[in-house]
Nanobody, 125 residues
Framework: QVQLVESGGGLVQAGDSLRLSCTAS????????VAWFRQAPGKDREFLAA????????AYADSVKGRFTISKDNAKNMVYLQLNRLKAEDTAVYYC??????????????????WGQGTQVTVSS
């Protein structure tokens, strides 16, 4: 079992940057693939980025490729999502999720066994 807690969200202006953090307690993050998703009001939860157990491979949704960067520090049991050049449409609750192995279906919600409670990101235009 692992418990995930996100932090780093907030209210920013369009064009600003934020770094979201996801920390894990329980089993070490080095044994999990981790992903970030987001959910805007009235919309489905959307895949953003994923990273393997070792952190050597990453994957991104086309909608955020080049603006968002996922990284992992297994020594600190942390995963980060750097959000750059934020837009109003990036406003959402951002979630991290963990799976026991990285899958070719890493963009799919059912692949993930554990979820955090989310952190709100609000981008004003």
């Amino acid at each position: 079992q692992v418990q995930l807690v996100e932090s780093g969200g907030g209210l920013v202006q369009a064009g600003d940057s934020l770094r979201l953090s996801c920390t894990a307690s329980g089993r070490p993050f080095s044994t999990y693939a981790v992903a970030w998703f987001r959910q805007a009001p009235g919309k489905d939860r959307e895949f953003l980025a994923a990273i393997t157990e070792t952190g050597d491979t990453v994957a991104y949704a086309d909608s955020v490729k080049g603006r968002f960067t996922i990284s992992k520090d297994n020594a600190k049991n942390m995963v980060y999502l750097q959000l750059n050049r934020l837009k109003a449409e990036d406003t959402a609750v951002y979630y991290c999720a963990a799976a026991l192995r990285f899958s070719y279906r890493h963009y799919s919600l059912p692949q993930y066994d554990y979820w955090g409670q989310g952190t709100q990101v609000t981008v004003s235009s």
